[in-house]
């Protein structure tokens, strides 16, 4: 069941789910900002009897874009409005692509809310190759935004994931001109975000995971993240693309259970 609450910064109605009962789990997704990411996810770790809470981001699927403007911090703010909306002490924070920018971020502004970090396909700041890549990918929004879901999809996938999942690459619905816009805002938010300084400062149990062939967010970018967070893991796949919480949901469930366990008794 969908719930609903209001943001402290401009009052835009946000869209959640909280599944389950136990130790919490925050879960963030990329640019797509939707709760539906993480459905499969989810039903694992509600089956294991963890508390899951997944939201769509503000201006993604139910939640309103609101006035505020959008940046990694913002959103990162509206994820800790919602632990405090649903009377969460602390939480695993589990952020995929920008999703771990904002759980960095979050970790960065309210590290007594976060139990760990796990950070998936994600970086402490972008490089040259992100920068051309998403510019080329924001110019391709603004002309043709059905071609750039579908350019999405062979980006994200490995090849032989999509020849078995041919629905993928079925056209997608219309954009909304809004919907463009807020897309275009977080892809600027993404760019934007550089948590190389703040990143030396956590000190929080991190594990980050990576697919080396993703072709989004290169995996040297995961690397540069493991050297700047003491204490981090880094556990990577050899194939997966960068929806590799999809394409290898029972490996990437596993980790998450097994990493979850380390912190058992940790109140």
């Known amino acids: 069941m969908t719930s609903y609450f209001m943001s402290n910064v401009d009052g835009a109605t946000l869209a959640f789910e909280r599944e389950g009962e136990g130790t919490a789990v925050l879960l963030m997704s990329g640019l797509g900002g939707s709760a539906a990411f993480w459905k499969g996810v989810s039903a694992t770790l509600t089956a294991q009897g963890y508390q899951v809470i997944r939201m769509d981001q503000r201006g993604i699927g139910q939640s309103e874009r609101g006035t505020a403007a959008v940046s990694i911090a913002q959103l990162a703010d509206d994820f800790h409005q919602l632990l405090q909306h649903c009377g969460v002490e602390r939480a695993h924070v589990v952020g995929h692509s920008t ?124 690397q540069e993240l493991k050297t700047l967070l003491a204490g981090s893991v880094l556990t990577q796949w050899v194939r997966g693309g960068h929806f590799f919480p999809i394409t290898l949901s029972h490996s990437y469930n596993d980790t998450l259970l097994s990493w979850f366990s380390r912190f058992t008794h940790d109140k």
């Open 99 to 222: 999703g771990g920018c904002i759980a960095q971020q979050l970790a960065f502004d309210q590290p007594e809310k976060v139990r760990s970090l796990v950070l998936g396909a994600t970086w402490a700041g972008p490089n040259a190759y992100m920068q051309q890549l998403f510019a080329l990918r924001a110019q391709l929004l603004r002309l043709d935004p059905q071609c750039y879901e579908q350019q999405g999809v062979y980006l994200s996938y490995p090849a032989e994931w999509i020849w078995e999942h041919d629905a993928l690459v079925a056209a997608g619905k219309k954009w909304e001109s809004q919907h463009i816009q807020t897309v275009q805002e977080r892809i600027a938010a993404l760019l934007q975000f550089d948590g190389r300084d703040q990143a030396a400062a956590l000190s929080v149990p991190s594990l980050i995971l990576s697919a080396e062939d993703d072709a989004v967010v290169p995996h040297a970018l995961q």
